[in-house]
């Protein structure tokens, strides 16, 4: 992970939740239980090589980012995770708030009640959403729940 620009915060926080892997096609061929890919640091021809090498299997879903590439099931992504959370609670999506700022979170944004960018968000991101909050550099999520969850 040395190898990357990433901040050291996002490192740790990935290390905490997942593994690096030096190949990751032994990891496909031994089957075993992969929920999410995480490419943090890959640029756009790569992610095109990635997502051509596995388009082939629907069994992907992709997510270009702007500073990386993220694979995981065809099924799994923020949107169906917050359905099947509102379900099992008995909550309608017209009564979730939900903020982003990356490109896997506008499915997300649209679906929900409300839908909140980040400041620092892509311009698509911001155009997905129903209101803007500052960045995260700015306490932008802490003002969005106070603006709009809390009031």
């Known amino acids: 992970m040395d190898e990357y620009s990433l901040r050291p915060l996002h490192v740790q926080a990935l290390l905490q939740i997942g593994k690096v892997v030096d190949d990751l096609q032994q990891l496909i061929d031994d089957k075993m239980p992969i929920e999410k890919i995480n490419f943090p640091s890959i640029d756009k021809t790569a992610q095109e090589v990635v997502m051509k090498d596995l388009l082939d299997n629907r069994l992907y879903s992709f997510i270009p980012m702007r500073e ?28 979730v708030m939900a903020i982003g700022d990356s490109e896997n979170d506008i499915e997300m944004l649209e679906a929900c009640g409300m839908g909140i960018a980040m400041g620092n968000a892509l311009d698509e991101v911001k155009d997905a959403a129903d209101h803007v909050t500052l960045s995260n550099e700015d306490d932008g999520l802490a003002l969005a729940i106070e603006r709009y969850a809390l009031n």
């Open 68 to 95: 990386g590439l993220e694979v995981m099931g065809a099924r799994v992504s923020k949107e169906h995770g917050i359905q099947r959370l509102c379900t099992a609670l008995g909550i309608g999506l017209e009564n």
